[in-house]
């Protein structure tokens, strides 16, 4: 099925086919929610979506893969804990700490950054929000490192507005994970205005040092779309602050292609 | 059957919102003398026969590589029960 963009023409890049090849995986998982957001979002930042399920045993050659949201396993053990477990898993940890010149772009949305902190490919772990409810706002986050794969296309501590919604959303990692993280630069994404789960520093999301695995708890998916997105100065649901991360990725890839000659 | 118990708690330093939720509702039932509580996890990993020194060595392995996670959570014991 089609789907049609309601605002904007988005089907084809301008400037020709490079960015029209890139293929990025979404995953989805026993209890994955907000896959087919993913998706759209993939697709409205100029990519192919490819559905990807957990027990693949292949990346199906994609170029990049989103972890979305939801509650893999019904959050048994602790959140993400199971899924790390999936052969996919297996496939996208060795791809994303591979050797080469460029590593599997890999970025987990809420459940799926509490996936790849299990997994250890990125540091630190989520626990209950500090005020133990489910919070779902809209909320503005600061753009601390914009020389990772997925957030190339924003400015230097660009504030942007994206949904928050979860109970596990408070990040902790030990003081000494703490420093490392902002010594290097490694907070990509951290709250602005109140802090909304006592995470720790504020930080909302971070990446690895390559720059390649970037997870983040808010939902940059769910504000890709005027009508549909956060509420902005231009009216309600009208902000698609989001869409950046996605052009982003097929930014860096077609950057990381034509260096490599490879199209 | 015998069967191995792991018990898992949220390290010191990590604030567990579960139990201090908890704490806060105790005196509403009339439970006044407990100053803090904090919330952790039994695990009861069941054997066929009897529990070798394989088994208990594999349960040690899964209590730290998977029951717990070592960034939030301390394995605090690792014993045999007979159930």
């Known amino acids: 099925m089609t789907e049609t963009p309601l605002i904007g023409e988005y089907s084809s890049s301008p400037d020709g086919t490079a960015l029209d090849g890139a293929r990025i995986g979404v995953v989805t998982f026993p209890g994955t929610l907000d896959d087919r957001d993913a998706a759209r979002a993939v697709r409205l930042g100029g990519g192919t979506a490819v559905p990807l399920w957990h027990a693949d045993d292949t990346l199906s050659d994609v170029d990049a893969v989103v972890i979305p949201g939801g509650f893999s396993y019904g959050d048994y053990l602790r959140a993400g804990a199971i899924s790390r477990f999936a052969p996919l898993m297996s496939r996208i940890t060795e791809a994303a700490t591979a050797d080469s010149g460029s590593p599997l772009p890999v970025l987990g949305i809420c459940n799926g950054f509490q996936i790849l902190t299990e997994a250890h490919l990125l540091p630190g772990s989520m626990i209950k929000n500090d005020h133990l409810k489910f919070r779902c706002a809209d909320q503005v986050l600061r753009v601390e490192n914009t020389s990772t794969a997925w957030t190339s296309q924003f400015t230097q501590d660009e504030l942007i507005t994206v949904p928050l919604k979860n109970q596990d959303g408070q990040y902790v990692a030990d003081e000494d994970t703490l420093t490392r993280l902002e010594g290097e630069g490694l907070v990509a994404f951290r709250y602005v205005g109140s802090n909304p789960n006592g995470s720790r520093h504020d930080i909302a ?35 698609t602050d989001g869409l950046t991360v996605f052009t982003s990725i097929i930014s860096s890839l077609a950057g990381s292609h034509s260096e490599g000659g490879a199209l | 059957m015998p069967r191995i118990v792991v018990e898992v708690m949220p390290k010191p330093e990590i604030l567990d919102p579960q139990g201090k939720a908890i704490a806060s509702a105790l005196p509403h039932l009339g439970f006044q003398d407990f100053s803090a509580v904090r919330q952790g996890k039994r695990f009861e990993l069941s054997v066929d026969g009897e529990v070798t020194d394989e088994a208990l060595a594999q349960a040690r392995k899964a209590a730290e590589e998977m029951l717990s996670n070592p960034v939030i959570e301390d394995v605090v014991d690792v014993r045999v029960e007979d159930a």
């Open chain 1, 205 to 239: 999301g971070v990446t690895n040092a390559r720059g390649n695995v970037v997870g983040l708890m808010p939902h940059p998916e769910h504000a890709v779309e005027a009508g549909y997105g956060s509420d902005d100065s231009t009216g309600m649901r009208n902000g």
